[in-house]
């Protein structure tokens, strides 16, 4: 028995919502690092919270070194 569609609509409890993020930004990294690995690719993920926060990861330090030195995120 698998799991059914759950059907994607904004969290409005704050408490949920911060829970919600941490777990799939987590999620998210990790399987970024997983494809890098089982792949052998190159991955950059960019996360950025609602009050903009930034979380990064990347296989390639360079490309995280080349972001922190630029203004194109810089809105």
Same mark, same amino acid.
């Given at each position: 028995?698998?799991?059914?569609?759950v059907?994607?609509?904004r969290?409005?409890?704050?408490?949920?919502?911060q829970?919600?993020?941490?777990?799939?930004r987590?999620?998210?990294?990790?399987k970024?690092?997983e494809?890098s690995?089982l792949?052998?690719?190159?991955?950059?993920?960019?996360? *950025?919270?609602t009050?903009?926060?930034? *979380?990064?990861?990347?296989?390639?330090?360079r490309?995280l070194?080349?972001h922190?030195?630029?203004?194109?995120?810089?809105?």
């Amino acid at each position: 028995m698998g799991k059914g569609r759950v059907q994607l609509k904004r969290i409005e409890s704050k408490i949920s919502w911060q829970v919600t993020f941490s777990k799939r930004r987590s999620s998210l990294l990790r399987k970024g690092h997983e494809i890098s690995v089982l792949c052998d690719a190159e991955v950059t993920l960019i996360v *950025f919270s609602t009050k903009g926060k930034l *979380f990064e990861y990347s296989t390639d330090t360079r490309i995280l070194h080349l972001h922190h030195n630029s203004d194109l995120l810089k809105l």
